[in-house]
């Protein structure tokens, strides 16, 4: 399930499901297999996923993604207690980035995957609130973990 947005890349406010588009990653999917099926206003992924639909207050520390390199082995893996995670793929490059042996970067080089709240929360009663009132207490977790499959 992810957020959809519209043109502008404003939350509409529903919930839809990935099955079958782009954004469905529910099996093993190389990253950049579907780039070219996204709307150009994006220019690539900058989504939120949904991992808890209900608006409770607190959940769980829940699995929410894994990317595996098969050149290096190297695996990266995100916990979370956030209701959502959003995907970026590092979709427009300032023209001074480099690397360290500068090389600039180009489009899609990197990704994100940060754990939050879905985009527009404040204005969807439907969505896990983003309210904090006054002596109240926010907690969240995230946990990226770091391996090799060697």
Sequence with gaps: MYTPTDDELI??????????????????????????????????????????????????????????????????????TEPGIQLYTMNRIPDNLYSRDGKPYSPHAALCLEAQHFPDSLHQAHFPSILLTPNSVYRQTTIYQFKTDH
């Design 11 to 80: 939350p509409t406010g529903e919930i839809w499901s990935v099955k079958n588009t782009p954004l469905d990653f529910t099996q093993p999917t190389r990253i950049g297999a579907h780039l070219h099926e996204l709307p150009a206003v994006i220019g690539g992924y900058d989504h939120n996923f949904v991992l808890h639909k209900s608006n409770e207050a607190a959940v769980a520390l829940t699995f929410a993604a894994r990317v595996y390199a098969p050149k290096t082995g190297r695996i990266m893996e995100v916990y979370t």
